[in-house]
Nanobody, 120 residues
Framework: RVQLVESGGGSVQAGGSLRLSCAYS????????WGWFRRAPGKERETVAT????????FYADSVKGRFTISRDNAKNTLYLQMNSLKPEDTGIYVC?????????????WGQGTQVTVSS
């Protein structure tokens, strides 16, 4: 059974940085995407960034390109999202998932999420 646990969220001022982590266990996929998704207040869930299992392909939402970086450390069984130059519109609940399809939010396994709040 795949389990995903996010951490690293918090409150930060605009222009600041945060690094989200997603520790996973029970993973058995060999060809799939991992992703970070967010749900902002009053908005639908959106795909923030995804990375292919082999790390060879990534996707970023236009709104985060050049500011966020997704990565995965297989030795630590952890997925990361480095977020720089944060903006108030980045506020939301960030959730990691696996068993995803490229940029789609159709995924097999989801974490519980971690709150990110960016103040102006």
């Amino acid at each position: 059974r795949v389990q995903l646990v996010e951490s690293g969220g918090g409150s930060v001022q605009a222009g600041g940085s945060l690094r989200l982590s997603c520790a996973y266990s029970g993973y058995t996929y060999t060809t799939s995407y991992w992703g970070w998704f967010r749900r902002a207040p009053g908005k639908e869930r959106e795909t923030v960034a995804t990375i292919r299992d082999d790390g060879a392909r990534t996707f970023y939402a236009d709104s985060v390109k050049g500011r966020f970086t997704i990565s995965r450390d297989n030795a630590k069984n952890t997925l990361y999202l480095q977020m720089n130059s944060l903006k108030p519109e980045d506020t939301g609940i960030y959730v990691c998932a696996t068993g995803c399809i490229y940029s789609s939010d159709v995924c097999d396994y989801w974490g519980q999420g971690t709150q990110v709040t960016v103040s102006s």
